[in-house]
């Protein structure tokens, strides 16, 4: 068992480090081997997808030794060297940790730990993860700095430990497991006397960070960011990105009706690289654009700038709109942003209230029952209908692990604008191209849609488009 030198543990971004071969391979196999099977009673049950065991009488020799080793004053005494910590205790109950196993479809928000032990009076600053995975999709480990959002990312796999100081600015979590097996670890946290640098003196629970996580994974890649091979920030970039776009997505321009909104006010959730509202603004519309990626929003700026164009920007969440923006709007419209947030009936209800009279509300959202879905679900083999919700929420974007992802029939699209008249409710959008050759940025049809008649593609597009596009107007 080999420990880094204190210096590179310490001086990391975020203290800590990632340790290969952590234990003997004889020793990790008897643990993987011992490892409780899924349905074993001693599992307690939590929400997505976790479960968790801290009962030590029940477990094989294996598992119990190395629990005793990892928690024993040799190892601890070695830890407090690594780590810095004038004091540093194990703690013997396993409180929070212990073995952990999560479901096929599980995934954990990004957080910040509870910070103190009420049991024993302690400050928790250290923990441990030893990941018992062979092989395993999703479920990566991501540590962030809350700040300036630098991070690590950790596959989840046979041997691996990570060893990091848990602060108030140590964000981690992992996205959804899909892995048949389900993703095994052993976690164990260790605590302090006094209150660690970078945690809060008061005491508080987990502190769970929906936001901060859909702002993380836009920050990392804005959407359609790889569309164009040219600088960001430039013209010949957005045109680039736009014309890839429109062609993948001929339906955008028809259904945005541009010249419709000369001289009005535009409201933008979530404009992205900005490729929408520039096309509001060519037309003359006065743009208000509103995104929770400080990345993205940047970009947009950028663009503008380089089209010779101005817009009002705002970065925050939506779902606080009324405390953004003030209206009243001619057109408040979103493409593709809604279902991405924790809450949306928090960002339409404001719809009613900022909507001009006369005015409209146009907005795309994710469809239940879509071609994409059901192509998923047999790429991956997933048939069982339960655990779509984590099948799409991982890969309904291009990058995959997207944290937050909805999914709409019409009945439950009309019950997020309940203040509304909703005007036009219908499905569009199959995408047909071979996908790694538009990663390359060139076009060929997907052989399933090589021959199939545009009459018949616009029937299946109405079926099962991946598209639900709605346009409502004031009650």
């Known amino acids: 068992m080999f420990l880094p030198q204190p210096d590179t543990y310490q001086k990391a971004f975020l203290p800590h480090c990632v340790i290969p071969q952590f234990l003997e391979e004889k020793e990790i196999n008897a643990i993987i081997r011992d490892f409780p099977s899924p349905d074993d009673p001693q599992w307690k049950h939590f929400k997505d997808g976790k479960k968790e065991s801290t009962t030590q009488d029940l477990w094989p020799e294996s598992i119990q030794k190395i629990i ?52 024993f009076k302690k400050y928790r600053c250290v923990n441990l993860l030893l990941y018992l995975n062979e ?61 660690p640098p970078q945690t809060s003196p008061e005491p508080h629970k987990t502190i ?35 014309a890839k776009r429109y062609k993948a997505e001929p339906h955008i321009p028809i259904f945005c009706e541009v010249e419709k909104w000369k001289g009005k006010r535009v409201l933008e959730i979530g404009g992205g690289l900005g490729t929408d509202a520039l096309q509001f603004a060519k037309a003359g519309a006065h743009m208000t654009i509103v995104d929770l990626s400080s990345k993205s929003l940047e970009l947009c700026k950028h663009h503008f700038m380089a089209s010779g164009l101005d817009a009002h920007f705002v970065c925050g969440n939506a779902e606080k709109l009324d405390e953004l923006v003030s209206g009243p709007f001619d057109l408040i419209y979103s493409f593709g942003v ?16 900022l909507l001009a009279d006369g005015g409209q509300v146009r907005f795309m959202v994710y ?66 191209w071979d996908v790694e050759a538009y990663k390359r940025h060139e076009w060929i049809k997907d052989r ?22 709605v346009i409502c107007s004031k009650a």
């Open 68 to 119: 005793m080793r990892l928690n024993g004053k040799e190892f601890v005494e070695a830890l407090k060297h690594l780590t810095g910590f004038q004091t540093l205790y194990a703690d013997p109950t396993l409180y929070g940790g212990g073995l952990n196993y999560i479901e096929p479809g599980g995934k954990l928000i990004h957080h910040i730990d509870f910070n103190y032990q009420n049991e």
């Open 135 to 195: 092989n395993c999709e999703g479920g990566d480990l991501h540590l962030i700095h809350k700040d300036t959002e630098e991070d690590i990312v950790v596959k989840p796999l046979k041997n691996t430990a990570l060893i990091f100081n848990t602060n108030d600015l140590s964000v981690h979590g992992y996205n959804t497991v899909l892995c048949p097996e389900g993703r095994k670890s052993i976690n164990l946290y260790y605590y302090t006397d006094e209150c």
């Open 208 to 242: 769970w960070l929906p936001e901060f996580d859909v702002k993380y994974y836009w920050n990392k890649r804005p959407c359609n960011v790889n569309h164009s091979h040219l600088q960001p920030g430039t013209k010949e970039y957005i045109d680039q990105v736009t």
């Open 338 to 353: 809604i279902h991405h947030t924790a809450s949306p009936e928090k960002i339409t209800r404001h719809f009613s209230q």
């Open 367 to 432: 469809s239940k029952v879509s071609f994409k879905l059901f192509r998923m679900m047999r790429e991956y083999n997933q048939w069982d209908m339960s655990q779509t919700d984590s099948l799409i929420q991982c890969f309904s974007e291009a990058q995959s692990g997207c944290p937050i992802t909805h999914t709409y029939t019409f009945d439950e699209v009309k019950a997020l604008v309940p203040d509304l008249k909703v005007e036009k409710i219908w499905k569009d959008h199959i995408f047909t």
């Open 448 to 469: 399933a849609w090589k021959y199939v008649t545009p009459e018949q593609y616009a029937f299946w597009c109405q079926e099962l488009g991946w598209h639900t596009l």
